[in-house]
T-cell receptor
Framework: ETGVTQSPTHLIKTRGQQVTLRCSSQSGHNTVSWYQQALGQGPQFIFQYYREEENGRGNFPPRFSGLQFPNYSSELNVNALELDDSALYLC???????????FGSGTQLSVL | GENVEQHPSTLSVQEGDSAVIKCTYS??????FPWYKQELGKGPQLIIDIRSNVGEKKDQRIAVTLNKTAKHFSLHITETQPEDSAVYFC??????????FGSGTRLSIRP
């Protein structure tokens, strides 16, 4: 059984650029959630995907968007990067209807 | 808006002593309360959880208590060991897609 994997592990971008982060869910899991974790803070829910559709969204602007693919992997896209977007981005997979989340190690994004 | 408050933000205990971390939630619709442990360079790992119809749950040295009336829940770690050093997060779920995390507690175990 493979765990949740995220790529890349680290990324440096400049303000105004666009970024795509990737996540492979744990084997057998069909739901993927994305979180933003600022330094010294708890994770903040961005959105969740199930059956390739957004299934809930936190308080994030539309420039944060996502995709889920038929194999349940997922992408997080952020447009028009701002300095405050610098954070650890975590992906978590789960089974639909089960609240237990299994997190990847995250992508550390730095916006300069 | 809805939030989860977590205290203390840092906690240092002697190896072998107990550690207690407390959380308070505001959304009365919350019904699932997990606790996560996050080590440096890793994502959060679920260590124990409790549902709103249960008052207490224990797993070896770790226990969680829930007071629905007061909207409080707590993590108790007994006989602490060096490997317990990490950042711990509580969370409250009111739906599959509405999850709020606390701000974390950095636990240090002194040898």
């Amino acid at each position: 059984e493979t765990g949740v994997t995220q790529s890349p592990t680290h990324l440096i971008k400049t303000r105004g650029q666009q970024v795509t982060l990737r996540c492979s869910s744990q084997s057998g899991h069909n739901t993927v959630s994305w979180y933003q974790q600022a330094l010294g803070q708890g994770p903040q829910f961005i959105f969740q995907y199930y059956r390739e559709e957004e299934n809930g969204r936190g308080n994030f602007p539309p420039r944060f968007s996502g995709l889920q693919f038929p194999n349940y992997s997922s992408e997080l896209n952020v447009n028009a990067l701002e300095l405050d977007d610098s954070a650890l981005y975590l992906c978590a997979s789960s089974l639909a209807g089960n609240e237990k989340l299994f997190f990847g190690s995250g992508t550390q994004l730095s916006v300069l | 808006g809805e939030n989860v408050e977590q205290h203390p933000s840092t906690l240092s205990v002697q190896e072998g002593d107990s550690a207690v971390i407390k959380c308070t939630y505001s959304d009365s619709a919350s019904n699932y309360f997990p606790w996560y442990k996050q080590e440096l360079g890793k994502g959060p790992q679920l260590i124990i959880d409790i549902r709103s119809n249960v008052g207490e749950k224990k797993d070896q040295r770790i226990a969680v208590t829930l007071n629905k009336t007061a909207k409080h829940f707590s993590l108790h770690i007994t006989e602490t060991q060096p490997e317990d050093s990490a950042v711990y997060f509580c969370a409250a779920h009111s739906s599959a897609s509405k999850i709020i995390f606390g701000s974390g507690t950095r636990l240090s175990i002194r040898p």
